[in-house]
């Protein structure tokens, strides 16, 4: 972790809670893949989006009390390719009892987003996949190879150039590039367009943070992004299903 870096109050807060959560009994996970459902996606003319079920934020108005499950299953039935699940209490509402539910629910990967700060982090429910951030974490590659080594899918989440090249060299093969800053909390498509030209071919590059409209996703397609991670945008709909697909069949649109 790069304690020279400012961070907003928010973000302190949450590091200060997840620093003194426990893991408990090790966790050994068969996970979904997530390649081959970025690739059914693909196939189908979908663009892959990472739909998130988050009650709420610290960027956030409000929260919302839908059923986490009914959230999971309309946004997969808008077409979702995955499903995250916040599971983090005491900022965003999550829990890892949502997350056990909604993988039961769901036949689609499901993704763990939590601030993962040493291994025993690990050991708190099965999902497919799980974020690790390379600004809080200390040893990325130890963290890693725990993380694979209970079956899990690492996604490995920067902010900037610097951060990439660390994710690269720890053995990072799928990677989100977030763009919201950890100081300010503002949101800049643009980070994604800076950070992406720098990856290798052979890595898979998830656009986090920011897109709100089919117009969004086309840009950070033409960025490079692989897949996207799209929360606030979706909660925030009425007809989450509705929100879901919009944002999915957005290349779609421009072919028709």
Do not use: Y
Request: without cysteine; aromatic residues 2%.
């Amino acid at each position: 972790m790069n304690q020279g870096e400012e961070l907003a109050p928010a973000v302190e807060s949450i590091l200060e809670a997840a620093r003194a959560r426990t893991g408990g009994e090790r966790v050994a996970v068969e996970a979904r893949s997530f390649p081959a459902a970025l690739e059914r996606a693909e196939t189908d003319g979908r663009v892959p989006v990472i739909a998130e079920v988050k009650p709420t934020s610290p960027t956030t108005d409000g929260t919302r009390e839908d059923d986490p499950v009914d959230l999971a299953r309309a946004m997969v039935e808008g077409g979702a390719s995955a499903i995250s699940v916040l599971t983090e209490p005491t900022h965003f509402g999550g829990s890892p009892e949502s997350l056990e539910r909604i993988r039961e629910a769901v036949d689609v990967p499901v993704l763990r987003k939590d601030f993962v700060l040493r291994e025993e982090h690990l050991d708190v429910v099965e999902s497919d996949l799980l974020l690790l951030i390379v600004r809080f974490v200390d040893d990325l590659e130890s963290l890693l190879e725990a993380t694979r080594e209970r079956g899990f899918q690492p996604l490995v989440e920067v902010h900037d150039r610097e951060e990439l090249t660390v994710a690269l060299e720890a053995g990072a093969d799928l990677i989100g590039v977030n763009n919201r800053d950890l100081a300010k909390l503002e949101v800049d498509l643009a980070t994604f367009e800076a950070v992406s030209p720098h990856a290798p071919e052979d890595v898979t590059l998830i656009a986090e943070s920011g897109v709100s409209t089919p117009a969004d996703v086309r840009r950070m397609r033409e960025a490079g992004a692989d897949a996207l991670l799209v929360g606030s945008a979706i909660m925030a709909g009425a007809d989450v299903t509705a929100t879901t697909r919009e944002l999915v069949e957005a290349e779609t649109e421009t072919q028709t």
